[in-house]
């Protein structure tokens, strides 16, 4: 039972355009949502996050968007650059964190 | 501040071996979770320690362990290897309250031949 859900497998984006990567859940006791990024042999690293309170949140590049009605998140990274090619993790917190299985970005020039 | 450190980084183990890894945090946190990544699967929770206590569990089997020590520090134990075991293990530390974030170890790559 996959209560946090990544469809999309992988992703490819031109330099300089605006990268969404989605999230849905079924869990609607999820209050607290992050997105880590992982690059190949290295463990994942903290993106940014968004509490159930708010609908948005951003730093610097990256947006989070949070729509609860349809228990679906997104990151938006504007303008993509190539170093932001990995795989982007979202997770979804309750009484322990629960991870999707990942969309592999790539940003070509 | 130093991240958390996991060791060892790379292993390799026969089948029906038992294996350990261990997992420090970092300093000034008390939750360390346990997770594991194959191709495909994404990071599945393993279990998380809090204050040396299992404080919550993934679906894995008996064969599956860990412990936290009193300085926080935690290990895990696989034992009877399977093939399937297969996978890079990752240890996380936070704080410890809902809503904190957890950071991420560098893993530890386990091979089982």
Not at chain 1, 9 to 29: A, H, K, W
Request: net charge positive.
């Amino acid at each position: 039972d996959q209560q946090v859900k990544q469809n999309s497998p992988s992703l490819s984006v031109q330099e300089g355009r605006i990268s969404i990567l989605n999230c849905d859940y079924t869990n609607s006791m999820f209050d607290y949502f992050l997105w880590y990024k992982k690059y190949p042999a290295e463990g994942p690293t903290f993106l940014i996050s968004i509490s159930s309170i708010k609908d948005k949140n951003e730093d610097g590049r990256f947006t989070v968007f949070l729509n609860k009605s349809a228990k679906h998140l997104s990151l938006h990274i504007v303008p993509s650059q190539p170093g932001d090619s990995a795989v982007y993790f979202c997770a979804a917190s309750g009484d322990k964190l629960i991870f999707g299985t990942g969309t592999r970005l790539q940003v070509f020039p | 501040k130093a991240g958390v450190t996991q060791t060892p980084r790379y292993l390799i183990k026969t089948r029906g071996q038992q294996v350990t890894l261990s997992c420090s945090p970092i300093s000034g946190h008390r939750s360390v979770s346990w997770y594991q990544q194959t191709p495909g699967q994404g990071l599945q929770f393993l279990f998380e320690y809090f204050s040396e206590t299992q404080r919550n569990k993934g679906n894995f089997p008996g064969r599956f362990s860990g412990r936290q020590f009193s300085n926080s520090r935690s290990e895990m134990n696989v034992s009877t290897l399977e093939l399937g075991d297969s996978a890079l293990y990752l240890c996380a530390s936070s704080l410890g309250d809902n809503g904190n974030t957890i950071y991420f170890g560098e893993g530890s790559w386990l091979t089982v031949v």
